[in-house]
């Protein structure tokens, strides 16, 4: 099974600034990951898939990169709409996994 | 648009069907999947079944126990769970596959496991 772990376990940022969020494989994955939002209460959504591409409707300064085993997630111009924890999934393997979930707070 | 429904509470050992009808794409072109969530795990992946249900697959912690199963024609996919377990409490989401990511996702149904 690949492990996926995700760092910092939770991040607060002021407004305007710049979350990194960081998701490391047990496994070489390629380019196979993707990257969710979830906020309470609602459904999670996908924001990055292939590690570095945007799904319909994401935008720009959302971005996503890296490959084989490393890889981040950058939100810029941080805003209180971001508020979420933040999920990282290989699909190289099975069982398919996720990471344990990036919590993002406003400070 | 995907609609779970068949949550509840059940007892320990009991048995519970999940259903998920989608509407608004081509249903039968899409592998479903079904993935859980609560609060202390996150994100769990449970079982994946493709366009035609000739390839299916479900997490260790399901397999024996959970059996997914799919009607184009009526455009839902299922997941029939059977002993079930204090651990399989969670909201169960309906999951769109596209070319690995899982772009759309059901609002879930919650299913509580208690005695």
């Known amino acids: 099974e690949v492990v996926m772990t995700q760092s910092p376990v939770t991040l607060s940022v002021s407004p305007g600034e710049t979350a990194t969020l960081s998701c490391r494989a047990s496994h070489r994955i390629f380019s196979n990951l993707a990257w969710y939002q979830h906020k309470p209460g609602q459904a999670p959504r996908l924001l990055i898939y292939?590690?570095?591409i945007r799904a319909t409707g994401i935008p720009g300064r959302i971005y996503g990169g890296g490959s084989e085993t490393e890889f981040t997630l950058t939100i810029t111009n941080v805003q209180s709409e971001d508020v979420a924890i933040y999920y990282c999934h290989q699909y190289t393997e099975w069982p398919r996994t996720f990471g344990q979930g990036t919590r993002l707070d406003i400070k | 648009q995907l609609a779970e429904s068949g949550g509840g509470l059940v007892k320990p050992g009991g048995s519970l069907r999940l259903s998920c009808g989608a509407s608004?794409?081509?249903?039968?072109?899409?592998?479903m999947n079904w993935v859980r969530q609560t609060p202390e795990k996150g994100l769990e992946w449970v079982s994946f079944i493709d366009s035609g249900s000739k390839y299916i697959y479900y997490a260790d912690s399901v397999r024996g126990r959970f059996t997914v199963s799919r009607d184009n024609a009526k455009n839902s996919v299922y997941l029939q769970m059977n002993n079930l377990r204090a651990e399989d409490t969670a909201v169960y989401h309906c999951v769109r596959e596209e070319v690995g990511s899982f772009d759309f996702w059901g609002q879930g149904t919650l299913v509580s496991v208690s005695s």
């Open positions: 608004g794409f081509t249903f039968s072109n899409y592998p």
């Open positions: 292939a590690a570095s």
